[in-house]
T-cell receptor, first 114, second 112 residues
């Protein structure tokens, strides 16, 4: 499968714990995005990378959230001190290059905070 | 920032009928408008997109139209089939803004 992959697919954690998700983009895609989707809503932008540089971060993103893309390939999204309101589907998407706007999504990681 | 409104939130049609979903956007700098289909429990799938230098684009049974002056764009699905049943999202972005802003989605049900 050469599409975007995410791991884990499901995560159940207790409030206050830290969690980390991984995203592997389509090979040679320069841009990588993180979105969050809650039931009945469209994906909501969190942050994106151009290669290893994090170029934009949503103002809605709490300081408890951090993302990295250290070598310009896979990315990780960490949530510290999780809260019940963090329960959502976390989607990763990748995009081919500088002149391309198309984004291709991964299957998502469903986070449940109890 | 960009704001995208999508209507209707639910749409039920008979197999073989046409379906139309409409979106409006607020940022005149946006110039890229994709549509995604999301089946239950699956990833959003890009089905068609349009850029602002084009007024209409068609791919088999689906088409998208764009009115940049009025800041609205629409998805048209003809000869609907039960497998078209899903949630459809519109989005806007482009220019120096590589992120996408999504509408809230339309649940399309095609009844056999």
């Amino acid at each position: 499968d050469t599409g975007v992959s995410q791991d884990p697919r499901h995560k159940i954690t207790k409030r206050g714990q830290n969690v980390t998700f991984r995203c592997d983009p389509i090979s040679e895609h320069n841009r990588l995005y993180w979105y969050r989707q809650t039931l009945g809503q469209g994906p909501e932008f969190l942050t994106y990378f151009q290669n290893e540089a994090q170029l934009e971060k949503s103002r809605l993103l709490s300081d408890r959230f951090s993302a990295e893309r250290p070598k310009g390939s896979f990315s990780t999204l960490e949530i510290q001190r999780t809260e019940q309101g963090d329960s959502a589907m976390y989607l990763c998407a990748s995009s081919p290059g500088v002149l391309s706007y198309e984004q291709y999504f991964g299957p998502g990681t469903r986070l449940t905070v109890t | 920032g960009e704001n995208v409104e999508q209507h209707p939130s639910t749409l039920s049609v008979q197999e073989g009928d046409s379906a139309v979903i409409k979106c409006t956007y607020s940022d005149s700098a946006s110039n890229y408008f994709p549509w995604y289909k999301q089946e239950l429990g699956k990833r959003p799938q890009l089905i068609i997109d349009i850029r602002s230098n084009v007024g209409e684009k068609k791919d088999q049974r689906i088409a998208v139209t764009l009115n940049k002056t009025a800041k609205h764009f629409s998805l048209h699905i003809t000869e609907t089939q039960p497998e078209d049943s899903a949630v459809y999202f519109c989005a806007a972005g482009g220019g120096s803004n590589y992120k996408l802003t999504f509408g809230k989605g339309t649940l399309l049900t095609v009844n056999p």
